[in-house]
């Protein structure tokens, strides 16, 4: 019986670690996304020497990228459970 039992948590807890692998590889995809487009925005800006919108891009980039951090770094499950 001991044995059915830690099959099955070993079996949840890789069910789980996979739901999380692909939750990441898709949050990934979605920051590259807009990481890719404000990067082309910021060399577009340098092609066309258009120096005046350029800093507004760059920022943009560096909020994207500090929200991708803030997103993997902070801890999850700090809010509020929907149970109570």
Same mark, same amino acid.
């Given at each position: 019986?001991?044995?059915? %039992?830690?099959t099955t948590v070993a079996r949840r807890?890789?069910?789980?670690? /996979? +739901? /999380?692998? =692909? $939750? *990441? ?8 996304? +807009? ?5 082309? %925005?910021?060399?577009?800006? =340098? #092609?066309?020497i258009a120096y005046a919108v350029e800093g507004t891009h760059l920022? #943009?980039?560096?909020? *994207? ?6 997103? =993997? #770094? #902070? ?5 509020? =459970? $929907? +149970? *109570?």
């Amino acid at each position: 019986m001991t044995g059915l %039992f830690a099959t099955t948590v070993a079996r949840r807890r890789a069910a789980l670690f /996979q +739901g /999380q692998a =692909e $939750s *990441r590889r898709l949050r990934y995809a979605a920051f590259s996304v +807009g990481l890719g487009l404000w990067s082309a %925005f910021a060399i577009a800006d =340098e #092609l066309f020497i258009a120096y005046a919108v350029e800093g507004t891009h760059l920022r #943009l980039f560096t909020a *994207r990228l500090a929200t991708l951090l803030a997103v =993997e #770094l #902070l801890p999850h499950g700090s809010g509020s =459970e $929907s +149970g *109570r």
